[in-house]
């Protein structure tokens, strides 16, 4: 037990995806146990491969990880204006918090009319293709924003891979209090986020709606999501939650 916690330890905010040497290296284990290892915490959905053959935190641990309080607490006291915000507007709602250079979607809530998106309950998408993850990271350190100009992908065609371009859009999100995307984390999609602030002025989460792109004025959405976020807000204690 003590190895495979070993292997699970090697995963930091700034390390969230590993190959199977580095997990070795970092848990000090052989090749050949780490192997073995890896290969049961995945079977159990510890661990998850990625495309390009690293290692990511899977999707197990975040499921056992909501069953803490302060888990419990930020989606108990969200669930209830989401799904009246998923009512109001027909569109895919989402609550996503930040977990090392992405944004860890917490719930979903799919409206009447919504597009097929991306994103999935216990999923992690990158911070600089979603509007979620715009609003995460204007409100980061300097230090976890300069990890993330590091690693800027091309999801889509669309997506902001300039680190000159993304900072400047995270400087509007901050002064305007809100984020859009267009098409940067999935084609014919385009999404609207804010932050969710709570205690001392602390963003503590994310909320966003994702919508068709063919539709219309966007922004007109901002208002509920506002009173929606600010709703969520109110019922967070600060004693209870904070950003990891």
Same mark, same amino acid.
């Given at each position: 037990? *003590?190895r495979a ?13 590993? @190959?199977? @040497?580095?997990l ?9 146990? &780490?192997?073995? /290892?890896?290969?049961?915490?995945? %079977?159990?959905?510890? !661990?998850?491969?990625?495309?390009d053959g %690293? ?9 056992l990880? &909501? ?5 419990? *607490? ?6 209830? $204006? ?6 109001? @507007?027909?569109?895919n ?9 992405r944004? /860890?979607?917490?719930?979903?809530? *799919? #409206?009447?009319?919504a597009?097929r998106?991306a994103s999935r309950? +216990? ?6 293709? @979603? ?10 350190s300097?230090?976890?924003? !300069? %990890? %993330? ?8 065609r ?5 680190? #000159?371009?993304?900072?400047?859009? $995270?400087?509007?999100?901050r002064?305007?209090?809100y ?6 984390? &999935?084609?014919? &999609? ?8 709570? +205690? ?8 966003g ?8 004025? $966007?922004?007109?959405? !901002?208002?509920?999501l506002?009173?929606?976020?600010? #709703?969520? #807000? ?11």
């Amino acid at each position: 037990m *003590s190895r495979a916690l070993a292997i699970l330890s090697a995963f930091d905010e700034e390390r969230n995806a590993r @190959t199977l @040497t580095q997990l070795s290296v970092a848990a000090g284990l052989p090749l050949s146990t &780490t192997h073995r /290892l890896v290969a049961e915490l995945e %079977a159990w959905g510890g !661990l998850t491969r990625r495309a390009d053959g %690293a290692y990511e935190i899977g999707r197990k641990l975040w499921q056992l990880g &909501t069953l803490a309080r302060v888990s419990r *607490s930020l989606r108990d006291v969200a669930l209830p $204006l989401m799904q009246d915000l998923s009512a109001a @507007t027909g569109e895919n709602v989402h609550l996503a918090v930040r977990d090392g250079l992405r944004a /860890l979607y917490v719930d979903r809530i *799919s #409206g009447s009319s919504a597009v097929r998106v991306a994103s999935r309950q +216990g999923g992690r998408l990158p911070l600089h293709a @979603t509007a979620v993850g715009k609003v995460l990271l204007a409100s980061s350190s300097d230090d976890v924003r !300069l %990890a %993330a100009f590091g690693q800027l992908t091309r999801v889509t065609r669309y997506s902001v891979v300039d680190p #000159g371009r993304l900072g400047r859009e $995270l400087h509007q999100v901050r002064r305007l209090g809100y984020a859009r995307t267009a098409e940067e984390m &999935t084609l014919g &999609t385009c999404s609207l986020a804010v932050p969710v602030v709570a +205690g001392d002025e602390e963003v503590v989460a994310a909320l966003g709606v994702v919508v068709a792109s063919n539709r219309r004025n $966007l922004i007109r959405l !901002l208002p509920a999501l506002q009173i929606a976020a600010a #709703g969520i #807000g109110r019922g967070l204690s600060p004693t209870l939650y904070s950003v990891q």
